[in-house]
């Protein structure tokens, strides 16, 4: 089958101080990184014996985790296989890139935040710019809040043109029309960020081609719903794999909604889906028309 897999692990601990993330500066003691190796090592095993399946993985950790050795090794590992569609992350870029020398590029791929005030801004463009010269694929973002829009503005404009720079509506934030529209101009799909999705009872491909992992390998149909399918590890999960609808009010996670088959979202981030990278730049050109169902 193709199979999409969001993997989130123990880890929890991150190198920044966000005040807008619960897990700023968090530490793991030496038993919890270790914990969250085996863990990642046992999932890595499990995606590389496979074989008969087509695997896409997006890591989503709580924390930073591409300044663990752990992490940066086994995505250049699953790279390399050729039943790995795509394997990606979620990443603020404070760790070096070096790395990605021993990665296959054509199926590795980065989805980076910019968090202003938790990096120097030329450190952090400098890191993308390493990026764009390795030939990699990746997405660059920020969270919506005003503060961060003349940082954003910035970003845009020194960005590689090629480069998508999406933008994240801030949790709790109601923005007016007028604010909308200035975010809207540094990314085009802000509205599908803007306001969460009304998804009860609409169907969605999480719990059927796609699903969430945790580091135990409990298997759900995406983070944001408890409801357990089976384990990954005993192939339990596979008999419950199966069209469902959304059993939640909303979802304004784009890791959650993007799935949602009621939104366009598939065709707009083909070929780029789990890294956030659209099929064609939104602002190479007018925008695309927004489908909003259930907004």
């Known amino acids: 089958m193709d199979l999409t897999v969001?993997?989130?692990?123990?880890?929890?601990?991150?190198?920044?101080?966000?005040?807008?993330?619960?897990?700023?500066?968090r530490r793991d003691s030496r038993a919890e990184l270790a914990a969250d190796r085996a863990a990642l090592e046992r999932f890595a095993g499990w995606a590389a014996a496979q074989r008969d399946d087509r695997l896409s993985l997006l890591f989503t950790p709580w924390g930073e985790g591409l300044v663990r050795s752990w992490?940066?090794?086994?995505?250049?590992?699953?790279?390399?296989?050729?039943?790995?569609?795509?394997?990606?992350?979620?990443?603020?870029?404070?760790?070096?890139?070096?790395?990605l020398d021993t990665a296959d590029l054509?199926?590795?791929?980065?989805?980076?935040?910019?968090?202003?005030?938790?990096?120097?801004?030329?450190?952090?463009?400098?890191?993308?710019?390493?990026?764009?010269?390795?030939?990699a694929r990746?997405?660059?973002?920020?969270?919506?809040?005003?503060?961060?829009?003349?940082?954003?503005?910035?970003?845009?404009?020194?960005?590689?043109?090629?480069?998508?720079?999406?933008?994240?509506?801030?949790e709790g934030h109601t923005y007016t029309d007028a604010e909308a529209d200035e975010w809207a101009a540094l990314d085009p799909l802000f509205p599908y960020s803007r306001h969460p999705h009304r998804s009860a009872g609409l169907p969605?491909?999480?719990g059927e081609s796609v699903i969430s992992v945790d580091g135990e390998g409990t298997v759900r149909r995406c983070h944001f719903v408890k409801a357990e399918?089976?384990?990954?590890?005993?192939?339990?999960y596979r008999a419950a794999l199966r069209p469902r609808a959304c059993p939640l009010?909303?979802?304004?996670?784009?890791?959650?909604?993007?799935?949602?088959?009621?939104?366009?979202?598939?065709?707009?981030?083909?070929?780029?889906?789990?890294?956030?990278?659209?099929?064609?730049?939104?602002?190479?050109?007018?925008?695309?028309?927004?489908?909003?169902?259930?907004?």
Do not use: M
């Open 249 to 295: 009010a909303v979802c304004d996670c784009h890791i959650g909604y993007v799935h949602l088959e009621t939104l366009p979202l598939y065709d707009v981030f083909a070929g780029g889906v789990l890294e956030r990278i659209p099929a064609t730049p939104p602002y190479a050109g007018p925008a695309p028309a927004l489908r909003l169902s259930g907004a």
């Open 138 to 170: 990746f997405s660059v973002g920020v969270v919506g809040l005003p503060e961060h829009l003349e940082a954003a503005r910035r970003l845009r404009a020194d960005l590689p043109g090629h480069v998508y720079l999406w933008v994240n509506a801030a």
């Open 6 to 25: 969001l993997y989130r692990g123990p880890l929890a601990s991150c190198d920044y101080d966000c005040p807008y993330c619960p897990f700023a500066k």
């Open 71 to 99: 992490y940066r090794r086994t995505l250049a590992e699953l790279s390399r296989l050729p039943h790995i569609a795509r394997v990606a992350i979620q990443t603020n870029l404070s760790c070096r890139t070096d790395w």
């Open 106 to 135: 054509s199926t590795l791929a980065l989805w980076c935040t910019f968090h202003p005030g938790q990096t120097p801004y030329d450190r952090f463009l400098g890191k993308t710019r390493e990026l764009a010269d390795r030939g």
């Open 229 to 236: 399918l089976g384990n990954l590890y005993d192939g339990s």
């Open 204 to 206: 969605c491909r999480t």
